[in-house]
């Protein structure tokens, strides 16, 4: 929860081992001194450029018109010109960039970066590429779904009556629509490692049958990555997620000057990660450390084409536009409109204080997090949850969305104020996720280093200068020198929302400020229960994919009462016992079950069983438990029933404060729970919370090791199936029952 966040927002993973490892990858994947050979450049020069070829037509005879093949004086020029540059691109080739390798880059980036400005300024008026600048968007109030996502029910809930009768064998006629559960699947925080998990199980429920019975996936902060991935780039094709993991996720670290270089040198590199910082400047607001970090972060793992450092060689082969498909969110409405696949939400929370609601006429959210944020936390302060699907992005707290299109706008009285492109979905995953923005400070250094200081020297020193006068001077300031917890800024679509000049005292601390700060969910609890429990949404099962760091602490229930308490729900944790007894004797009838199964054995019979049959059994039974210490703990039920919201409740930080505001969810419900722990069956010797290259911290994971975490979640999803099929069926037949006694 709390600590995986804390140490990925610190920059430092959860064990020494961890991260004694991450620095000692650090040093190793440190950049080299490049040395310029031996041979001088006049020799180079003479070999590419020989006397005696460029003596071959005399400039006397051009001027004569005479040419030694017969040809005329317009056909020589052309001859010569074309020898010329083929001689000079080979000099350059073989000589200037083997000697100056970076430097060539770095001067081909700059001037590059120079012409973003203008080409995102014409194409921000362009309605082919953007055609939502033609909308003014206005604020949606209510707790309903919006009607994108009621289509997308209707449509999905067909395939889910489908696939659920399948997966449970059961016949499709015997199904009724109504009685379908509403599934979903989170995923929680845990930088790669949950990612990477995430994708394990999305994997294992495809191939189990069970993906096509969910209606909704969710994530907090890692997990957003592995629903990005899967919904953009890999187009709904789990392997093609998983493949493009292991080619993107080794040998740099995203943050590291080499990735930074490799993105930046490729065709489309410079407009998908300065792109978005260039457009959200010229909107009115700054940049942070964590703008540079998302952007940077996700257009190195988003990025398909060639993102290879080859030294001093420009990589053209990278398709343009094949990045064009993931850097909107909304596009993903492709794959969902239809009900092909679940409904992705992404998440991020807002730091409310009753105090700030006395601040009118603010210009900012003033949500300051400092770096000790359980010091901050008072009875009267809380985090709202913000929801961001690609239809909408809002909170059901305040009971306001906008369309994600234009989240992003400057935005006054309900309506955006200036019609801008749709953000880049880089900026959404830097709300959902977080970490330092370490090591981008280097780049620039990098430049300078690699720069004489003559003519040329000056001018591409100028042009930077340039490029940090439109990043502005609290963030280039930033982006050099600090490394702040500090929360992306966006436009606040609530700005002025109820005021018409005669209300001004009305304003709540949010409608007074013209921007938002939203941050990492984690921060508040490592699992995306809350959006899930969406009282319009009337989920039947949440299952929680869990990779934080303290899965084996058995702090599950802390995590999902204090989610529970603000939604009015209380979940209590079923003996697993009771769980197999359940899947191994399956009801016959509604509400029936065996009783053969569930009386005791009477003590008289007991004294009757031979005294060595007892012992074989307790001693099979203690070798079974050896074997898997974890057995039944890969899946727990928690059952979850309407109760009344206490007053108080106690947050992640432990402490005691007054019940959050929250709209009630007055459904039965049942939560899955299913932490990545150890299965040695699968994956021997491997605790993905303690594994030296697995911390929250490590962004570079070889192939080999992406695999075992991949292979240690499919067979964990495996070994609690029985569960879930369980609380599948039980969910159906409360459905069904409901639905003929009414």
């Given at each position: 929860m ?6 990925s927002?610190t920059?430092r993973s959860e ?9 000692e990858?650090?040093k ?8 310029i ?7 180079h ?17 051009l001027?004569?018109?005479v040419?030694p093949?017969g040809?005329?004086?317009?056909g020589e020029k052309?001859?010569k010109r074309?020898?010329f ?5 080979a000099?350059?080739?073989k000589v200037?960039?083997?000697?100056f ?9 700059l001037?590059?970066?120079?012409a973003l ?6 194409e921000?008026t362009?309605t082919t590429l953007h055609p939502e600048?033609?909308s ?6 209510g ?6 996502e009621q289509r997308f029910?209707r449509?999905?809930?067909e395939l ?7 997966y449970?064998?059961?016949?499709p006629?015997d ?7 509403i599934?979903?699947f989170?995923g929680s ?8 998990g995430?994708l394990g199980?999305m994997d294992a429920?495809k191939?189990h049958g069970l993906?096509?019975c969910l209606?909704?996936t969710s994530g907090v902060?890692?997990?957003?990555w592995a629903l990005?991935?899967?919904y ?6 789990i392997?093609a997620a998983?493949?493009h993991?292991?080619?993107?996720f080794y040998?740099?670290?995203?943050l590291?000057?080499d990735?930074?270089?490799a ?16 457009q959200?400047?010229?909107s ?5 450390s ?9 257009g190195y ?6 993102a290879k450092?080859?030294?001093?060689r420009?990589r053209?082969r ?8 993931w850097?909107k969110y909304?596009?993903?409405?492709r ?9 992705p939400i992404?998440t991020?929370i807002?730091?409310e204080r ?5 601040k009118?006429g603010?210009t ?9 944020s359980s ?5 009267n ?6 929801e961001?699907?690609?239809y909408?992005?809002g909170c059901?707290?305040i009971?306001?969305?906008?369309p994600t299109?234009a ?9 955006s104020t200036?019609q ?6 880089s900026m959404?995953?830097?709300?959902a ?14 430049i300078n280093r ?6 040329f020297?000056t ?5 930077a200068r340039?490029i940090?006068w439109?990043w502005g001077?609290r963030?280039t300031e930033?982006?050099e020198n600090?490394h702040?917890?500090h ?7 609530m ?6 000049g005669q209300?001004?005292?009305k ?5 007074s400020?013209r921007?938002i ?5 984690g921060?508040d609890n ?5 959006v899930l429990?969406?009282?319009?949404r009337g989920?039947d099962?949440v299952m929680n994919m869990?990779a934080s760091?303290?899965v084996?602490n ?8 204090q989610i529970?308490?603000?939604k009015g729900m209380?979940?209590t944790?079923?003996?697993t016992d ?5 899947h191994?004797n399956p009801?016959?009838e509604?509400g029936?079950?065996?009783?053969a199964a569930?009386a005791?054995i009477?003590?008289?019979q007991q004294?009757?069983?031979p005294?060595?049959a007892?012992k074989?059994?307790?001693?099979e039974?203690?070798?079974k438990?050896?074997?898997n210490p974890?057995k039944?703990k890969?899946?727990q039920i928690?059952d979850?029933?309407p109760t ?13 404060v ?5 709209p009630?969810f007055?459904k039965?419900?049942?939560m899955?729970y299913m932490?990545?722990?150890p299965?040695?069956e699968?994956v021997?010797d491997?605790?993905?919370s ?5 911390g ?5 994971w070889?192939p080999?090791?992406i695999?075992?975490?991949?292979d240690l ?12 099929k ?8 409360r459905?069904?029952t409901k639905r003929?006694?009414s």
């Amino acid at each position: 929860m709390w600590n995986d966040n804390l140490s990925s927002l610190t920059g430092r993973s959860e064990t020494f081992e961890q991260r004694q490892y991450e620095e000692e990858l650090a040093k190793k994947l440190k950049k080299k001194p490049y040395i310029i050979g031996p041979t001088p450049i006049r020799e180079h020069f003479h070999e590419h450029f020989r006397e005696d070829e460029l003596e071959e037509t005399r400039p006397q005879d051009l001027e004569a018109g005479v040419h030694p093949t017969g040809g005329d004086q317009q056909g020589e020029k052309k001859r010569k010109r074309a020898f010329f540059w083929r001689k000079w691109r080979a000099f350059w080739e073989k000589v200037i960039k083997p000697a100056f390798p970076e430097a060539i880059t770095d001067m081909k980036i700059l001037f590059g970066t120079a012409a973003l400005k203008a080409r995102l300024k014409r194409e921000s008026t362009n309605t082919t590429l953007h055609p939502e600048i033609a909308s003014i968007a206005e604020v949606r109030r209510g707790l309903e779904l919006c009607p994108e996502e009621q289509r997308f029910l209707r449509n999905r809930r067909e395939l889910m009556r489908l696939a659920f009768a399948s997966y449970l064998a059961l016949d499709p006629e015997d199904v009724h629509p109504d009685d379908v559960p509403i599934i979903s699947f989170g995923g929680s925080g845990g930088g790669f490692r949950a990612l990477i998990g995430c994708l394990g199980y999305m994997d294992a429920m495809k191939q189990h049958g069970l993906w096509d019975c969910l209606a909704y996936t969710s994530g907090v902060s890692g997990s957003c990555w592995a629903l990005g991935i899967y919904y953009t780039i890999a187009n709904c094709n789990i392997q093609a997620a998983i493949d493009h993991c292991k080619a993107r996720f080794y040998p740099y670290h995203p943050l590291s000057s080499d990735a930074i270089r490799a993105i930046l040198s490729t065709q489309s590199g410079a407009k998908i990660t300065l792109g978005p910082l260039i457009q959200k400047h010229k909107s009115g607001i700054e940049t942070h450390s964590m703008d540079w970090y998302s952007t940077f972060t996700s257009g190195y793992i988003f990025f398909q084409g060639e993102a290879k450092l080859e030294i001093g060689r420009i990589r053209e082969r990278d398709a343009a536009t094949s990045q064009a498909k993931w850097l909107k969110y909304s596009d993903v409405g492709r794959h969902t409109d239809n009900g092909h696949e679940p409904l992705p939400i992404m998440t991020a929370i807002r730091h409310e204080r009753v105090s700030d609601r006395g601040k009118h006429g603010s210009t900012s959210d003033d949500a300051e997090l400092a770096e000790d944020s359980s010091g901050s936390e008072t009875p009267n302060s809380w985090y709202q949850w913000f929801e961001m699907t690609p239809y909408e992005i809002g909170c059901d707290e305040i009971e306001a969305w906008v369309p994600t299109w234009a989240f992003g706008r400057p935005f006054s009285h309900g309506k955006s104020t200036v019609q801008l492109p749709e953000q880049s979905l880089s900026m959404v995953l830097g709300l959902a996720t977080s970490a330092p923005a370490a090591h981008l400070a280097s780049y620039l250094s990098t430049i300078n280093r690699n720069l004489s200081y003559g003519l040329f020297g000056t001018s591409i020193r100028e042009i930077a200068r340039t490029i940090s006068w439109w990043w502005g001077e609290r963030g280039t300031e930033q982006f050099e020198n600090h490394h702040p917890l500090h929360a992306c800024e966006e436009h606040n679509y609530m700005y002025q929302y109820t005021e018409d000049g005669q209300e001004k005292k009305k304003l709540s601390g949010l409608e007074s400020s013209r921007t938002i700060e939203l941050i990492d969910s984690g921060m508040d609890n490592n699992c995306p229960t809350y959006v899930l429990l969406h009282p319009a949404r009337g989920v039947d099962i949440v299952m929680n994919m869990d990779a934080s760091s303290d899965v084996l602490n058995d702090t599950f229930q802390e995590r999902v009462d204090q989610i529970g308490s603000r939604k009015g729900m209380k979940f209590t944790k079923r003996e697993t016992d009771i769980v197999n007894q359940a899947h191994e004797n399956p009801t016959t009838e509604e509400g029936e079950k065996n009783p053969a199964a569930e009386a005791p054995i009477p003590a008289e019979q007991q004294e009757n069983i031979p005294e060595e049959a007892s012992k074989e059994n307790k001693v099979e039974q203690t070798g079974k438990e050896s074997e898997n210490p974890y057995k039944g703990k890969y899946a727990q039920i928690y059952d979850g029933v309407p109760t009344e919201r206490p007053a108080t409740v106690v947050n992640s930080y432990g402490k005691t404060v007054t019940n959050p505001p929250s709209p009630v969810f007055t459904k039965e419900s049942t939560m899955i729970y299913m932490p990545i722990i150890p299965n040695e069956e699968a994956v021997k010797d491997f605790n993905p919370s303690t594994a030296k290259f697995s911390g929250s911290y490590n962004l570079v994971w070889t192939p080999e090791q992406i695999d075992m975490l991949l292979d240690l979640s499919r067979a964990n999803f495996a070994a609690g199936e029985d569960a879930m099929k369980t609380a599948m069926m039980e969910a159906w037949q409360r459905n069904k029952t409901k639905r003929e006694e009414s």
